[in-house]
């Protein structure tokens, strides 16, 4: 697989949208990779700091409402 971005082979793909990119094109951004409520019912999440991120695509800093899942 090539990095979209110049087309030499990839190291890697975002976690957001999965575009190969390659170790000169690769950024990092937090991603959120489980949510859950504790005992307390206090949400929390588990986060990793440093995920892979292409830099092209827009993940959304506001959350989205999915009321089908009520």
């Known amino acids: 697989m090539n990095c979209w971005?110049?087309?030499?082979p990839a190291h890697g793909?975002?976690?957001f949208c999965g575009?190969?990119?390659?170790r000169d094109h690769?950024?990092?951004?937090?991603?959120?990779?489980?949510?859950?409520?504790d005992r307390k019912g206090k949400h929390k999440a588990i986060v990793t700091a440093r995920a892979l991120f292409c830099?092209?695509?827009e993940?959304?800093?506001d959350p989205i409402e999915?009321?089908?899942?009520r």
């Open 59 to 61: 993940p959304r800093e």
């Open 19 to 22: 575009r190969a990119v390659c």
């Open 66 to 69: 999915l009321p089908e899942l």
């Open 26 to 37: 690769a950024q990092e951004m937090p991603h959120i990779v489980a949510l859950f409520a």
């Open 5 to 8: 971005h110049c087309n030499r």
């Open 13 to 15: 793909v975002c976690i």
């Open 55 to 57: 830099g092209l695509c």
